[in-house]
């Protein structure tokens, strides 16, 4: 494909095929992306992100702290005890508690609420052994290792579970992690447990995200089981994404005919529950 | 500025101005860089590279340990102190040692030196105080810090004991940090310095990096101070500059001349020196 230029101050007449410098294939002018001298800017950029990105990840490697979770790995100066209220792991039932060996400094340095039982030497700090409740042993090393290594591999139910944890215990890290998590893995079958499940751990983006997917679907709402529930249990949580809806109902209509904006919200509740 | 096509399946004679999706200016042809589909990836491609330094950055915060170097904050369940040398800020020569609490868990997790010091059970463990000979209080501080942040904000002097602090116990992520700072700083007015400091602990980047500054001024080498007193001292160091040139001499004049090659180092040496 070949084109000519019709400036008169150049040598006109000359054609030029014009190829792409990243894929390589002819285009026309329609199909024009970037001059040269941006293209090789945003080159150079890309090239400065990956430095930064490389740099960025030894930092990290070089901040995680061996979390000694590790069964034969002695606990490595550790000053303090965790024990889940099960006491074993869940391959285990019957097994006497386990321990998970930490250290003061790193859980009060990851988490406000540890660092206020360490400071005002509650009974668990003086102990040395720290009994959490409602957890079992293996959400609990998991949590641990997070405060130790910003890293972990959860499954559906260790996420929601994890994000309890971090909610209880202040570490805005990992429940931004967790509902980041549990949002990529969020589908019409599990909206509405999720969605309760935000609002009693007051999961904004996880509440967002399932409010929006429902909102989506409200024509199958009222034919699910987990909706009847809710109503019986709690019909405030069900209210909240009638109005939900509405607002995106009125937002849409807004947006596609603004003539109509005097319309009450009353009327497109109406007509969209028709 | 405007172009036509001279492409027959398509409507011809339509004037297109090729404007840069970036810069918004006019181009011509020649000044083609990527085409529109390939504009559109790359710019999803920054957004995510930007996004992945976001995470990055927010989970380093997270892994940080707050070092308890602040002169008010109290030493945080820390169980072990490293006293300096000269035990003094420099600003306060003649007050008494200044201690700095640190945490066994973190020192052993960051340095190989210290994790054998605190297993093998010797006597600075034991005692729970570490002297830190031949470094003053401030590096001391520095160099805990980093220890607990990956942060440093060394002025050039500074950034030279860091090395030999990162060097005697084993942190390579720290030594990498200031062989880059020192590379950043590197001039001609220091480059033998520089160099000689990098052989005696082990700083490739930096070697290679002096080495190379000092063969491309190698006219002006002989005239230097720190050039006799090297000779005098450690004469070796002086051979393998001149082995360096030499090196560059042989690799520059093949790239120029490739017909020449089968001459000797010898005569590229001699013609290289007149």
Not at 105 to 116: D, I, K, Q, T
Not at 192 to 221: E, R
Not at 237 to 262: G, W
Request: net charge negative; glycine share 2%.
């Amino acid at each position: 494909m070949s084109f000519s230029r019709f400036d008169d101050d150049d040598a006109g007449g000359i054609d030029e095929a014009m190829c792409c410098f990243s894929c390589r294939e002819p285009y026309a002018p329609g199909d024009a992306g970037t001059c040269k001298e941006c293209y090789e800017e945003a080159s150079e950029t890309e090239e400065e992100l990956k430095r930064e990105i490389d740099d960025l990840k030894s930092k990290v490697a070089f901040l995680r702290l061996s979390s000694s979770l590790h069964p034969f790995s002695p606990p490595c100066f550790s000053d303090v005890v965790l024990v889940a209220a099960d006491g074993a792991s869940d391959q285990t039932d019957l097994a006497p508690p386990v321990p998970v060996h930490a250290h003061k400094a790193v859980l009060a340095n990851r988490s406000p609420v540890f660092r206020a039982m360490f400071e005002n030497q509650m009974e668990e700090s003086l102990s040395g052994t720290i009994k959490i409740s409602d957890v079992s042993h293996d959400v609990l090393c998991a949590f641990v290792n997070y405060l130790y290594t910003a890293e972990a591999c959860p499954d559906d139910q260790m996420a929601y579970d994890l994000l309890v944890m971090a909610e209880k215990y202040q570490v805005k890290h990992l429940k931004a992690y967790c509902e980041k998590f549990i949002i990529s893995k969020l589908n019409w079958d599990n909206s509405l447990l999720s969605y309760a499940f935000a609002h009693q751990h007051n999961a904004k983006h996880l509440l967002d995200a399932a409010l929006s997917l429902i909102a989506d679907n409200m024509d199958k709402l009222t034919k699910r089981e987990e909706y009847m529930e809710l109503v019986e249990k709690d019909p405030r949580l069900v209210v909240e994404i009638y109005e939900a809806y509405l607002a995106k109902q009125v937002n849409t209509a807004a947006h596609k005919d603004p003539l109509q904006n005097n319309r009450s919200h009353r009327d497109y509740f109406i007509a969209a529950a028709d």
